[in-house]
């Protein structure tokens, strides 16, 4: 191992392979290297086997639920926005064409006590049951104004600088409920708490128009897509590009130590006794245990079942929302459900996730409002993990730490920890103006 690489990168979990990928794709000399002997560390997908080992131990799941194979169950279930940042890294980077989606049939949100469809037009304010009649008129006008403000055409504006506005203020000039603003900043804006509120609205109002734009991509019921066979293909395909532009993959690598200089910058990677030299180290934080710190704990339920989620309109794949505020809770609750029509689980059944950030020390009960929805399940798993964050100051020791997966089931978090890594690491900003059709090869599968 005595060629100096560039960079070295430290896990294969998404946003570990993403940044390998633009990195290759940049022409910089990568050694990508895992001590795990699959892809995907923390953001992999699981078969039959491999679950029942994680959880219960014992490798032998019951017949009824299907084949092993059969299946692909991700450990961080997260959708794309068929518009968002991730769609226009594959598209940046040609990692479409390794991939095949399908779009996701519903997006709901949580409110009093019952699952709606979320509005995402003044067209479907118009004949949604969150609102009352007088209520439905004012969101349909506020819904036009987001529709067709242009940040670079003043005269889309009303006369409001949303850069100091705050989303409280622009939304009050609208006259919106609270029920209303729920479900607005939180399933179609996906903010993760109420923290939006008092800041300037600017953010909240790009978000809903990436919803809208999403929703209208595939003229599905929901604005998101997902890869057939699941999240388990995204590190692959990144992996595939990085090779294709002479980026070296090593999997089962043990230790993975990383070495630093008397000025305490990385100068290298050794493993089974050889090191590697090199001039950055990318990785997740279980690799650089010193350099981060916990800030929180997601908890996760797992749930595979014979039929869909009650009250989604028979949706084979669908994201519920439950707002805080719904739950007396800090901060949002997630349920995600993907089944055999994505290629995940056995003919006839359904895999249901429902995530959210730890508040207390019982994740049963915790999630219980979440599980609730899914009506009767064949299994249930209950995962928690800690997530953390880095420390350190990278321009002083090159070492560049992704943040821990959070529990939203929506990749837009996720890619933009990778665009600020990507930025940190090269100068550089990724080019997200893409030709968007570029992914509708996977139109065929939708």
Not at 81 to 89: D, F, S, Y
Not at 233 to 250: H, I, K, N
Not at 252 to 264: L, Q
């Amino acid at each position: 191992m005595d060629v100096e690489y560039d960079v070295i990168v430290l896990g294969t979990g998404l946003k570990e392979c993403i940044l390998s990928g633009l990195l290759s794709v940049d022409r910089l000399k990568v050694l990508h290297m895992d001590r795990n002997d699959y892809y995907g560390g923390d953001s992999t997908s699981l078969n039959l086997n491999q679950l029942w080992k994680r959880f219960k131990g014992e490798e032998t799941p019951p017949a009824q639920i299907g084949a092993s194979r059969d299946y692909n169950v991700d450990m961080v279930p997260k959708f794309m926005m068929a518009n968002g940042a991730l769609v226009r890294v594959l598209i940046h980077t040609g990692v479409t064409k390794y991939l095949s989606f399908k779009a996701v049939d519903g997006s709901y949100v949580f409110n009093k006590g019952k699952i709606h469809k979320v509005p995402s037009t003044d067209m479907e304010a118009l004949k949604s049951p969150l609102m009352g009649l007088f209520e439905k008129r004012r969101a349909g006008k506020f819904f036009l104004y987001v529709q067709d403000y242009k940040e670079n055409d003043p005269s889309t504006h009303k006369g409001y600088d949303l850069t100091k506005l705050t989303t409280k203020q622009l939304i009050s000039k609208y006259g919106l409920d609270d029920n209303t603003i729920d479900f607005i900043g939180h399933a179609v804006a996906l903010h993760r708490d109420d923290s939006y509120l008092s800041e300037p609205a600017i953010d909240t109002v790009k978000r809903m128009k990436l919803y809208a734009e999403s929703v209208a991509r595939f003229q599905g019921g929901s604005p998101y897509i997902y890869p057939l066979y699941g999240l388990g293909e995204l590190p692959q395909g990144f992996a595939r590009l990085s090779a294709v532009y002479g980026g070296t993959y090593m999997l089962s690598k043990p230790e993975c130590k990383v070495e630093f200089d008397e000025e305490g910058k990385v100068c290298g990677v050794t493993s089974e006794g050889e090191t590697a030299k090199c001039k950055k180290v990318v990785c997740d934080p279980s690799y650089l245990p010193d350099k981060v710190k916990k800030v929180g704990k997601v908890f996760r339920a797992i749930a595979i079942m014979s039929h869909p989620i009650p009250n989604t309109a028979e949706s084979h794949s669908v994201q519920i929302i439950l707002p805080q505020k719904q739950l007396g809770r800090k901060s949002d609750m997630y349920v995600f459900c993907c089944s055999y029509s994505h290629n995940v689980a056995s003919k006839g059944k359904f895999i249901a996730f429902v995530s959210a950030q730890a508040e207390t020390d019982n994740p049963e009960t915790e999630l219980k409002p979440g599980i609730d929805l899914l009506g009767p399940v064949d299994e249930l798993f209950i995962d928690t993990y800690d997530r953390y964050e880095p420390t350190n100051d990278s321009s002083s020791d090159n070492c560049y730490i992704s943040t821990s997966y959070d529990a939203t089931t929506h990749f837009e978090s996720t890619v933009m920890d990778v665009l600020s890594l990507y930025t940190k690491i090269t100068g550089k900003t990724v080019d997200l103006s893409v030709d968007l059709s570029a992914a509708s090869a996977s139109e065929d599968d939708m």
